[in-house]
């Protein structure tokens, strides 16, 4: 007869995953003490759990407060789970075909505090185009994905991702502060931004948010080209259509109902 997989179950392991998972909602760092009392486990035991878990990078310690939180490596298996079975795995049939259909470069991104980072990119074979960004950091205030980001958070979260001060990238940057917030409601109101060459000289840009099951604002859809090309009646009459369908059919895979 063939046991059940629970019966197989290491209680180490299993206490060591509880760990994990207190750190849920807006908790960021929980301390010996409160984890002893929500897994009804001695600190010594949680001691050592604590001190494996840190030892391979998936709990770290704040020296100032001496509490716990997430480690780097959750981060790195989050990314990988992304790019096999979620954001990134449904994306690739959308930016492709968005590629081939406006023969302009296409990525997704999502933010990573303070900036943006490309995930994953498709370049059309046209010649003169945007090479890819993946892995750049790029800033929130001037690129398109990077408002789309900005428009569609809470005002708390806004607060916190957006510089009083603004750089300057280009002589078309909006470096300021209260005529960012007003193109940002702009922004939310039609649901896509545009980036009219305030990045990178020449290079426009249309971008569209991203949103999954949970409604969540969880990355966005971007197409890219030389400014020549992607001209304000281009971009409105066929770079608008194209991206916002796009991304309706990505988040709707993503399981996003209106």
Known sequence: MRREKANYAIQSVSHALDVLEQFTGNVDEIGVTELSKRLKLH??????????????????????????????????????????????????????ELARSANESCYVAVKKGPAIVPLDFVEPENPVRVVSLIGRTLPLHCTAPGKVHLAFESGEALSKSLPEKLPRYTDKTIVDRELLLRQLKEISAAGYATDNGEFMEEVMAVAVPIRDYTRSLVGSLTIAGPAHRLTPQRIEKEIVPLITNGGSQLSNRLGYQR
Do not use: P
């Open 43 to 96: 600190k010594n035991n949680i001691f050592r759990l604590l001190a494996t878990l840190e030892a391979r990078g998936y709990i770290e310690q704040n020296k100032a407060t001496e509490n716990y939180r997430l480690g780097l490596k959750c981060l790195q298996l989050g990314q990988i789970y992304l790019n096999q079975m979620g954001f990134l795995l449904q994306a690739k049939a959308t930016l492709q």
